[in-house]
């Protein structure tokens, strides 16, 4: 029976194996199914990847994200709708309970046509915004493609984006040029580390909105690099919101078309394919997932390990913390590398952190890096945790948190009176008191007394 | 990225300003730059001709009271003309920031730009080299667009006001903390804690050198030992089993092996003591003591 069993399971493994780290189920929002032969290559690419790819109008009446109370699909992708909404089933509200739920989505725009307002809503309460016309395309003139788009310079071409910050990991990196058709712009929130870009407008760039036939740009929100094409949130779940400002960037002829920006003499192929693959490779969570292993903690002089992860410390103990860390990379787990210039840290927090160590790699295994480091407890007994809250830009997030106990010394583990040479003294009254009372016994009970006082009792 | 992509675009215009085949570019004539101090009468300030599609060399600086006035007519070719795009781009060489402000167009081409200063963004208040201020006009078409520098734009800003800054937040490491310990206890040099052992300890030689001078003597010993010699001798032992259990007690035993062992010594110290003091009390009542 437990045979059958296993073999069932078996089975139903190879079935569901998928490159995702978190399922393989993908619901495509397309309103309009002839426009899914635009993007056949696309679709092709994914469905190799291991995706399970349905189909779905807006204004299917059967279509739900959630079965049961739990999310029906692991993955979204929405093409922009013609009509002025998603629907019913596709409300704000539905798609932010789906992205609580971990379901990751990826929204494409375009600039083509309007932008319904309710998405337009759900983006602000992700902190994406649009131009208050929703209908706005981004221009420039220095970054077009002469060959597609000679008059109305609306196919942008920019250079592969980089490391978002110093400190970060580039996902979406590599050789090329990126063409981005009729491109939606939007801005960011200011302070929100939620959300980071991915590729920003050039500096030359500018919102601009066709039906709106003045002679020049008079009045504009935001320009050059403020503009965002491509941004990403990651919620503090770990579950990833992607907006793609140009959804035709993913049709097959951009993956394969040649573009040709003015001023340089040669045409160069698009790198939209390798693109599209990373984006959403990142988005379905195939890269940067970050997962902890073992985490261990113990007396530095517990080299055996004897007693790991004790509950209990004292004040001015050597600890030696470690933590394992994989990385989820396209299918499989590998060993996590901090990126240069980041640091995996450490806390040791009661209420604030009295320690925020830099944790090193000290050992490495198939699939997983093991961070540690040493320190010695603060002088202040209480309920201490070890916290490592590794939130990073693109990376899963990490917050592993462990309670311990530190007491103070017990009375038998100062260091004993004869070792402080301040007590001799102390000591040394005490041993003559001692002797003295001593000496006052035996002379108390012998002593004669003098000749004196014997002849005065005499009389 | 925003760099190379500036780089790009430098390099992008670098070969667009060689002679190529388009037929038209973009450029501008008849641009001046001034800037006027609010309150000061008309005619102050600086004003400064910009050559057409060159740079002014001199910087510009823009006070905190200053307006910022550009002036150009766009042109296409050589005739002017009304252009989609007439921005003056501000970046910021160090960070590779960058702003664009629309300039308000007529259909001739005439192109007009107020800036003050609290138009800047909070990141260009202060920076460390001047900023550079480009013209970018173009439109759409086949014509080449313009985007070259205009002038370098310092801020001169009230050194004695100061920069206001904007903390936003970002995940990213942060600075390591180490915990400062409380100093551990001191004792004071060891050679006047030595000083003060021998103090305490010369107690005992004075205090026999005085009873000595006060004429203390044993003399009673030999009475005490021959009509009471056991009382006596286990009274004395059992005082000095006493101070032993507390010397041992004080080095390594504890309270419970220390109390049955006092305990014990103490009632052997009662019985012997009785005894023992009861012969003393008969040698009082001899008249000896």
């Known amino acids: 029976m437990r045979w059958c069993l296993s073999i069932l399971l078996f089975c139903f493994l190879a079935v569901a194996h998928a490159l995702s780290s978190s399922g393989n189920r993908l619901l495509v929002v397309l309103e309009d199914a002839d426009d899914k032969g635009l993007y056949s290559t696309f679709w092709g690419d994914l469905e190799a990847r291991g995706y399970d790819l349905d189909f779905q109008s807006p204004k299917s009446s059967d279509l739900s994200l959630f079965k049961y109370g739990e999310k029906a699909y692991d993955h979204l992708l929405i093409l922009p709708p013609r009509s002025k909404g998603l629907g019913p089933a596709l409300s704000p509200k539905n798609i932010v309970d789906f992205v609580n739920k971990d379901g990751n989505v990826l929204l494409g725009l375009s600039g083509k046509s309007t932008t319904p307002s309710a998405i337009s809503s759900l983006l602000i309460e992700l902190d994406f915004h649009m131009s208050s016309d929703r209908s706005s395309v981004i221009v420039d003139h220095f970054n077009y493609d002469t060959i597609s788009a000679p008059e109305k310079h609306d196919v942008l071409i920019v250079p592969r984006p980089g490391q978002l910050r110093s400190d970060t990991k580039d996902f979406f990196g590599g050789e090329g040029v990126l063409a981005f058709p009729t491109a939606s712009p939007h801005t960011l929130g200011d302070d929100n580390n939620l959300v980071a870009p991915i590729v920003r407008a050039p500096a030359t760039a500018y919102s601009y909105n066709p039906k709106e036939d003045a002679g020049s740009v008079e009045e504009v929100a935001a320009t050059g690099s403020q503009l965002a094409i491509v941004s990403a949130m990651q919620g503090r779940n770990s579950a990833r919101f992607t907006l793609l400002g140009s959804v035709e960037s993913l049709q097959d002829q951009w993956f394969s078309a040649t573009v040709k920006t003015p001023g340089s003499g040669k045409k160069t192929p698009t790198a939209n394919r390798e693109f599209a693959q990373q984006l959403t490779a990142w988005t379905f969570k195939e890269t940067g997932v970050l997962k902890v292993g073992k985490v261990e903690h113990s007396l530095a002089t517990d080299v055996e390990l004897k007693e790991p992860n004790p509950t209990m410390y004292r004040i001015k103990n050597e600890i030696v913390y470690s933590i394992e860390l994989s990385e989820y990379d396209q299918d499989h787990f590998v060993p996590f590398e901090v990126p240069t210039n980041d640091a995996l840290q450490l806390e040791f927090t009661m209420l604030s952190p009295f320690h925020r160590l830099n944790l090193e790699p000290s050992g490495r295994t198939a699939n997983s890096t093991i961070y540690s480091t040493r320190f010695t407890v603060p002088d202040q007994h209480g309920i201490f945790s070890f916290r490592v809250n590794y939130k990073r830009p693109f990376f899963s997030n990490i917050e592993e948190k462990e309670e311990v106990t530190v007491r103070h010394f017990a009375h038998d583990e100062y260091p004993r009176s004869w070792k402080i040479t301040g007590g001799w003294v102390w000591i040394a009254g005490l041993w003559s008191v001692i002797g003295g009372f001593l000496a006052f016994v035996v002379v108390w009970l012998y002593s004669a007394p003098k000749a004196t006082v014997e002849s005065k009792k005499t009389q | 990225m925003k760099l190379g992509n500036s780089l790009l675009q430098l390099a992008l215009w670098g070969v667009a300003a060689l002679p190529t085949v388009t037929a038209a570019a973009w450029g501008f004539t008849d641009a001046t730059v001034s800037v006027h101090t609010k309150g000061a009468g008309v005619g102050t300030g600086s004003k400064d001709v910009i050559p057409d599609n060159k740079a002014l060399s001199k910087p510009v600086a823009l006070g905190s009271a200053d307006t910022l006035k550009v002036a150009l007519t766009a042109q296409e070719g050589s005739s002017p003309k009304q252009a989609n795009q007439v921005f003056l781009l501000l970046q910021d060489p160090e960070t590779g920031l960058d702003i664009s ?189």
């Not at chain 2, 400062?180 to 030689?205: E, G, N, Y």
């Not at chain 2, 001078?213 to 006596?232: C, D, E, I, R, Y």
């Not at chain 2, 005082?239 to 103490?266: C, D, K, R, S």
Request: net charge positive; with cysteine.
């Open chain 2, 101 to 289: 402000y629309p300039f308000s167009v007529k259909n001739n081409g005439k192109s007009r730009l107020e800036l003050a200063m609290k138009d800047l963004p909070l990141q260009f208040l202060a920076p460390s080299k001047p900023l550079e201020a480009r013209f970018l006009i173009g439109s759409f078409g086949t014509s080449a667009a313009y985007n070259g520098v205009a002038f370098p734009l310092t801020v001169a800003r009230d050194p004695n006001e100061p920069v206001p800054t904007v903390e936003v937040s970002r995940y990213g490491k942060l600075p390591e903390i180490h915990h400062i310990f409380k100093a551990d206890a001191q004792s004071p040099p060891v050679v006047i804690t030595l000083v003060f052992v021998a103090m305490a300890l010369a107690c005992l030689p004075v205090l026999g050198g005085v009873w000595l001078f006060l004429g203390v003597n044993f003399k009673q010993l030999p009475t005490a030992l021959q009509s009471a010699p056991l009382s006596h001798a286990i009274f004395l032992g059992s005082l000095l089993a006493i101070e032993g259990v507390f010397f041992l007690y004080y080095t390594h035993w504890n309270l419970f092996q220390m109390l049955p062992a006092v305990a014990a010594a103490g009632t052997v110290a009662f019985v012997s003591g009785s005894r023992a003091l009861g012969e003393v009390q008969g040698r009082r009542l001899a008249g000896l003591r």
